[in-house]
T-cell receptor, first 112, second 113 residues
């Protein structure tokens, strides 16, 4: 069973702080990783993708990938109350049609 | 660019009844996915289509679930008969090709009484 593990939280950070969300995966064959944001009652929204080791920055978001450690993270700088949501980490399963294996998500709460 | 369209948004049925969901992917997207998301969990793949062919349906409970994607565009997912454990949100996603980022529709929230 290929697993993607996330701490369910909730992770609480004050407004303006950096939120750090972490994810580990079991399938060494996975090459592509995605972070989705899901507001309560809404569908997942793609916010970041990362394919190679290192950091990838997009606005206030930075994704980090370490394939040797099988670890993916998402940093959110200058956190805003509107960032409060569940963040889903997903790994592309290269062995079965390239579907996404999702973690259970980390709930983030940004307090004013 | 229009997003992934799904209908209905909500459905309430009794156990042992049947239900069908519809999905229209983003125009030009060859790959279509149906996921099931149970409350508090991440989405789980049910079936994946590439154009009008099935790529992966290994986690689809085939005794009660069926899906089709005629003409490689719209897709329908059917449950017959429904069980209480099928209460979930059913998400449709599409991607330009099989290894490209996936974009999700708003989902159908199914409640089984």
């Amino acid at each position: 069973q290929k697993e993607v593990e996330q701490n369910s939280g909730p992770l609480s950070v004050p407004e303006g702080a950096i939120a750090s969300l972490n994810c580990t995966y079991s399938d060494r064959g996975s090459q592509s990783f995605f972070w989705y944001r899901q507001y309560s009652g809404k569908s997942p929204e793609l916010i970041m993708s990362i394919y190679s080791n290192g950091d990838k920055e997009d606005g206030r978001f930075t994704a980090q990938l370490n394939k040797a450690s099988q670890y993916v993270s998402l940093l959110i700088r200058d956190s805003q109350p509107s960032d409060s949501a569940t963040y889903l980490c997903a790994a592309l399963d290269s062995n079965s049609g390239y579907a996404l294996n999702f973690g259970k998500g980390t709930s983030l709460l940004v307090t004013p | 660019e229009a997003g992934v369209a799904q209908s209905p948004r909500y459905k309430i049925i009794e156990k042992r009844q049947s239900v069908a969901f519809w999905c229209n992917p983003i125009s030009g997207h060859a790959t279509l996915y149906w996921y099931q998301q149970i409350l508090g969990q991440g989405p789980k793949l049910l079936i994946q289509f590439q154009n009008n062919g099935v790529v992966d349906d290994s986690q689809l409970p085939k005794d009660r679930f069926s899906a089709e994607r005629l003409k490689g565009v719209d897709s329908t997912l059917k449950i017959q008969p429904a069980k209480l454990e099928d209460s979930a949100v059913y998400l449709c996603a599409s991607s330009r090709d099989f290894n490209q980022p996936q974009h999700f529709g708003d989902g159908t929230r199914l409640s089984i009484l």
